[in-house]
Nanobody, 123 residues
């Protein structure tokens, strides 16, 4: 089974930085895109940042200019560099990967989720 393993969450003060990592158990060319979502208690999960297998990125307006998503194909890993963190960034952050059509046919699954990593930003 495909696994996405996140790391790098923690507790930081406002204005601080964290780097999240998501490592896949398969070659990330199995996926059209990978990204990061976050979910705070009582709120819906929202897209934070995404990167396609062609390198195109997009960001939620609330994080644009502060967060950077990148990937390392050799390590089957995507990263989320988070700078200038704010208390409203506090959430569980989840890695997501969306299958290519070929991989979807092979596995029967359209996308995968990591277990989540907690990010807490104190005032």
């Amino acid at each position: 089974q495909v696994q996405l393993v996140e790391s790098g969450g923690g507790l930081v003060q406002a204005g601080g930085s964290l780097r999240l990592s998501c490592t896949a158990s398969v070659n990330i060319f199995s996926f059209n895109a990978m990204g990061w979502y976050r979910q705070a208690p009582g709120k819906q999960r929202e897209l934070v940042a995404a990167i396609t297998n062609g390198g195109t990125t997009n960001y939620a307006g609330s994080v644009k200019g502060r967060f950077t998503i990148s990937r390392d194909n050799a390590r089957n890993t995507v990263y989320l560099q988070m700078n200038s963190l704010k208390p409203e960034d506090t959430a569980v952050y989840y890695c997501n990967a969306k299958s290519t059509p070929t991989y979807r046919i092979l596995t029967g699954n359209n996308d995968y989720w990591g277990q989540g990593t907690q990010v807490t930003v104190s005032s």
